[in-house]
């Protein structure tokens, strides 16, 4: 059975506009285009990988001046909460497990492996002071 599909398609809180688009259960076709106008393709992806690390405002617009980090897509990034994570869509609280959109809307509650991955990975909103070195 293949479905055909116009439209857009909101996937967590990145929304996706395409063209006309055929797809399988498991072999989804057609043209993506994220909210800021990141094209997706299915085939020789080289978004933020191991060879261009780039996000894409830096494609579009070009790198900052050394000394400035770009920190994230969205430029300047969101400010983070005190005590939480920006996980990608939305913020995480450790202490409650719970993750809320942008908006500060309930999405979901984070298990024991997407936990592990936000504490390891994601941005926090808060600094932690360097460890000092001894005095010779």
Known sequence: MVLTVEGEVCILSH???HSTTSATSSNPKGKYTFADGLQ??????HYCDSYDRRFHTEICYGLKPSGI???TNMDPPR?????CYD???????PRTRVIKDYRNRFLRN????EHEWIVRTCRKGWAEKPAQ????
């Open 15 to 17: 929304l996706l506009t």
């Open 40 to 45: 997706y393709e299915d085939r020789h992806w």
């Open 69 to 71: 980090s770009q920190l």
């Open 79 to 83: 400010k983070i909460p005190i005590g």
């Open 87 to 93: 996980c990608g869509d939305g913020f995480y609280n």
């Open 110 to 113: 984070a298990d024991d492996d």
């Open 133 to 136: 070195k001894p005095k010779p």
